[in-house]
């Protein structure tokens, strides 16, 4: 046998502004180094009701089921669609996004009876052709993404949940890159699943996926008529654990969920309304240097992501030779399309801690030169003009990348 | 609303001596708040290959497919069962305990034909009564826990492992509290589907779990007639991210995949031959000290787990009342027991960091001081002489507690 390779390896420090995972706040790299402690501790239990105290003014909603799944977003995902469905339901979901069509999927594995909305990639759902749908046939369930990380589009909610309610349909909804950087209304909007996940714009590590169900969705559960295919995902059995039972079911990770309580208690601090302003600047101002630079939007302005910018390739620039010089030489990490905009934009996210004017700033100077090396010019000057007549000489609560290097001891 | 509490919450230190989660190396700690990385960053996926290279050694395996799934050791449980079982098929379960009950319930909901060979909750399952099963009819699996977490009870593997060979059966076993600490022979016994947590002997935080497929098991997963139930155990999809094709599936946590590397690193640092070889020292030595305490185990010698001791609760004594104590008083935490095992055993764990001289010198006078404030008088003198016999003045090679509280900056 080859002698294996022992070597140290050190994680580099980037700066993060992909569809995630983003930059965190050394606050929580300081929580991710808690002492480990048991998961039925009577000190351990007391972190996982914070947790489910701290959430739900995040999904804006007063249900009491809410916590953490253990897994990430998918995992979550895959939580509301296996507890929800049974063989046979019929259920409609709305695709205009990767992880719209990664729900059909899960929903497929159920057995569910689908009927698929699709929609063009950059385009929200129309809620006519829901209506259109719900009119025809009775459905279980509507499916439907909040906040589609792979096209830039925040969905318009207001009018499929109000289909959904005259029509008494129940709502799925994702809202991974969403939660925690814009205004969730689970309550106001009728949703009876809602997952996300523990980075993006709630800012700790991967690996977890608040979830939450409503009441009626919780009683539901409890009336099916075959168990639900997944015991590691089953919500009855975890609620034994997260509620007054504590029915050992999985090792809870307090290393994940010190790190989760520690990025609540940021976004409480910081507060939900400014938190979200702060998201909305900063996603303005970036549109503002982006454009001014010559580039384009996929996205109509009407239904933009703040959180998560899809800009426009321009003809003829190499997409990974562009990303790749990015890394290189500004340690700086976008993301590339997805799919079927694969080699079409740039996903540019701007979530929770990497929310800030310090990104925006190191940015617009960063993706101008990287295209000026492949022949393509912009301005910028103007891109930066722009970016700080958006700002209005503020928006920078934080210098991200001087703290993380002091938290990570570099 | 009510104000939300927003006082930060700082985890105690525990001294972690029960079923798991047990203490972490300090270096540990330190990979736990290495600089979260992207999932597709050519630095991080090197990671997830060095994963890959320092896993098989700990199975004894030369399988192409090891690494870590997304979730907690059930999840890797589930991901065996869900992936290598379809509806209808005939397999063949072992339960002798809290865990291997699990893997019953996880194939039932696979829509299993599920044949159960019982043993009690202490004992082995008897390899004649798997012989006679397997005689009476054709299964595709059997499945089976090597190290029993609720019972403390190490089960042979070579007897089934040839029966299984012999009647041409798949094999699934569950090595949550042996891998990293017990010598695994995935190669040797034939086993189609291994699984273990990154917790425990592996010494990670909890969140993953160390997973092994062998060719013919990927080979027969790629001609399932069904697709697999969940799509987030899905290992086909999982394989295309782990191998070269990088295709994303989840948002692999960099801060839990950092951990379990340095956790690798440790534990081929010290040698496996040698890490075994001190679990069963200090697993001898506690058991010396337990019983000359006048204690007694409840397992037989010759099927004793090194790595999690069951001990018997003496008649009268108070189970939670004592274990408060430890915990008040010695900040100490050991297990109670499970199921059928409740109120009578206690299961103490000396598992990969926490397997330690310093711990078992800790534990002697802790359980002697807690029975005597119950009335139930031991000799603890003799306890600590018989537990340093064993030891023969080594064994120490970490010292728990200061490294610990080093590390936490305590």
Redesign the interface.
């Known amino acids: ?1 080859e002698a ?3 070597q ?7 700066r ?1 502004m ?1 569809p ?5 706040h050394p606050r929580v ?2 929580a ?8 039925l ?4 239990l ?2 996982l009701d ?1 947790i489910s ?2 959430l739900p ?1 995040l999904f804006g909603t007063q249900n009491r089921l809410a916590n953490a799944m ?6 979550g ?2 939580a509301c669609v ?1 507890n929800l469905i049974e063989p046979g339901d019929r259920i409609l979901v709305c695709v205009a996004g990767f992880f719209g069509d ?1 729900i059909r ?2 929903a ?3 057995g569910a009876e689908i009927t698929v909305i699709e929609e063009d990639w950059g385009k929200p759902i129309d809620p006519a052709r829901v209506e259109a749908e719900l009119k025809q046939g009775s459905y279980k369930l509507i499916a439907l993404v909040h906040a589609e990380t792979s096209t830039g589009v925040l969905q318009p909610i207001d009018d499929i949940a109000q289909l959904a309610k005259q029509y008494d349909t129940m709502i799925v909804l994702d809202t991974v890159s969403s939660l925690g950087g814009i205004e969730i209304k689970v309550d106001e909007w009728g949703i009876d699943g809602c997952f996300s ?1 523990s ?1 993006k714009c709630i800012g700790c ?3 977890l996926s608040p979830i939450t169900f409503s009441d009626r969705a919780v009683e539901m559960i409890k009336k099916r008529k075959t ?7 089953d919500i009855s059995l975890i609620e034994k654990y997260w509620g007054n039972e504590r029915v ?9 969920n ?2 989760l ?2 990025a609540l ?1 940021l976004i ?2 910081e507060g939900l309304n400014k938190r979200f302003a702060r998201h909305l600047k900063n996603h303005k101002a970036l549109v503002a240097g982006v454009e001014a630079l010559g580039l384009k939007m996929l996205v109509d302005q009407a239904y933009r992501l703040p959180t998560l910018n899809t800009v426009m390739i321009p003809q003829g620039v190499d997409d990974i030779k562009l990303r790749r010089y990015l ?1 290189e030489k500004f340690r700086l ?1 976008i993301g590339g399309g ?1 799919g079927r905009l694969k080699g079409k934009v740039w996903r540019v996210g701007l979530m929770g801690y990497s929310s800030s004017a310090d990104n925006l700033l190191f940015f617009i100077p960063a993706i101008s030169r990287a295209l000026a090396l492949q022949g393509y010019r912009t301005d910028l000057a103007a891109g930066l003009d722009a970016v700080l007549a958006e700002l209005d000489g503020n928006g920078n609560e934080f210098t991200a990348l001087q703290e ?1 290097a002091a ?2 001891g ?1």
Not at 20 to 24: A, F, I
Not at 70 to 75: Q, V
Not at 248 to 256: A, D, K, Q, V
Request: with cysteine.
């Open positions: 046998m294996l390779n022992l140290r390896q050190e994680a580099p420090l980037r993060l992909g995630g995972p983003l930059d965190v790299y300081k991710l180094s808690s002492p480990v402690i048991g998961y501790d009577p000190v351990y007391k972190v914070r105290e701290l003014p253990p897994g990430t977003g998918s995992s995902m895959e296996a990664r999927q899960m497929e594995r159920q996940c980075q590590a991967a690996g168990p639900v295919s997944s015991w590691y995902l050992y079911h999985h090792t809870s990770s307090s290393t994940l010190y790190g309580l520690e208690l409480h601090e890394l990490d997805f993380k938290a990570a570099a």
